[in-house]
Nanobody
Framework: QVQLVESGGGLVQAGGSLRLSCAASRNFFGINTMGWYRQAPGKQRELVATITNVQVTNYADSVKGRFTISRDIAKNTVYLQMNSLKPDDTAVYYC?????????????WGQGTQVTVSS
């Protein structure tokens, strides 16, 4: 099992910045991925950004150039630096830990943190 504790959400004006953090209670040996997903009211949960334990990153097109994901392996923590925020970024942001290899695969989710961007 992996427990995830998120922090850093809040209310910010358009154009502002926020930094989200997510600390995992443990780190599995092998290949794993941590990332951020978000869900706005009435919409499906969508990928924001992910990073593997060998620092390979992936971003949604909508956040490229504005958001930066990073990971401190020693602290089992992933960060999401969000700059130039837009009202469309308003959502609940969820941290996810994926145990990719070796089998069995497993996914763990945080409780979510609200990000609200006012216009």
């Amino acid at each position: 099992q992996v427990q995830l504790v998120e922090s850093g959400g809040g209310l910010v004006q358009a154009g502002g910045s926020l930094r989200l953090s997510c600390a995992a209670s443990r780190n599995f040996f092998g290949i794993n991925t941590m990332g951020w997903y978000r869900q706005a009211p009435g919409k499906q949960r969508e990928l924001v950004a992910t990073i593997t334990n060998v620092q390979v990153t992936n971003y949604a097109d909508s956040v490229k150039g504005r958001f930066t994901i990073s990971r401190d392996i020693a602290k089992n923590t992933v960060y999401l630096q969000m700059n130039s925020l837009k009202p469309d970024d308003t959502a609940v942001y969820y941290c996810k830990y994926e145990k990719n290899f070796p089998a069995p695969r497993a996914d763990y989710w945080g409780q979510g943190t609200q990000v609200t961007v006012s216009s």
